[in-house]
């Protein structure tokens, strides 16, 4: 399988934490910035790495962000920046284009000159560590979107010894079991039946909507 291949417009805080992670999960990452001491902070990390600026459409093309599946705009200092950068993404005829925004009041304006996200750091870290602060049980992996998202979490006393599927945890909780962690263990189970009786200690992996779940652990 050819691997994927991003474009990180911008190596701040956040670009460079984003180049470096998704290099980590087996992506080959195109990255630049004006600023020569954040390129060179990752030059040897990364795929590609250059100086540059990403409202030039000629530098876009010259470092291959015309080849890459997916773009992030991972700056927001000046939104007409931004803008510029997703016209000349576009005709580059980019897949997907991803941009970072400081505030909401720009988020539509961005998506209707073409972006496909865009990311409110700040506002999305926000809404984690206050979730994670009122109720530190129930660990959000992935968010899908504004309803849906990944969690672990452990059993509950009153389900102890009893089977999954006398639990009815999708329309209860509005979670899907998806694999099971024993104690004491690292690795999570997917293949159990209906039959599994739920031991204490467990923990699930889950898909959850809405937000039955979190409030059954503030109960």
């Not at 540059?52 to 997916?70: E, H, M, R, S, Y």
């Not at 000159?113 to 506002?123: F, K, N, R, T, W």
């Not at 849906?148 to 639990?167: A, Y």
Request: aromatic share 6%.
């Amino acid at each position: 399988m050819r691997r994927k291949t991003i474009a990180v417009l911008g190596l701040g805080l956040f670009g460079t934490s984003l180049a470096r992670t998704l290099t980590k999960e087996n992506v080959d990452v195109i990255g630049m910035d004006k600023n020569m001491d954040h390129v060179e902070e990752i030059i040897d990390e990364v795929a590609q790495c250059l100086q540059g600026d990403f409202t030039k459409i000629d530098q876009l093309k010259d470092a291959g962000v015309g080849d890459c599946d997916i773009a992030v705009v991972a700056t927001s200092q000046r939104l007409e920046d931004t803008i510029l950068a997703i016209l000349h993404l576009q005709k580059l005829g980019i897949e997907k284009i991803i941009v970072k925004s400081k505030n909401a009041d720009y988020r539509d304006v961005l998506l209707k000159v073409g972006a496909d996200g865009v990311i409110l750091p700040e506002v999305e870290m926000g809404v984690r560590i206050a979730r994670e602060l009122s109720n530190p049980t129930v660990h959000e992996l992935i968010e899908l979107d504004n309803r849906n998202n990944i969690s672990i979490f452990p059993v509950k006393d009153k389900w102890i010894g009893k089977k999954i599927n006398q639990m009815n945890f999708r329309e209860k909780y509005g979670t899907n079991i998806i694999a099971i962690r024993k104690e004491n263990t690292e690795q999570f189970h997917v293949e159990f039946t209906g039959d599994y009786i739920i031991q204490e200690n467990d923990e699930f992996l889950g898909i959850s909507t809405g937000d039955t779940l979190r409030q059954q652990f503030r109960n």
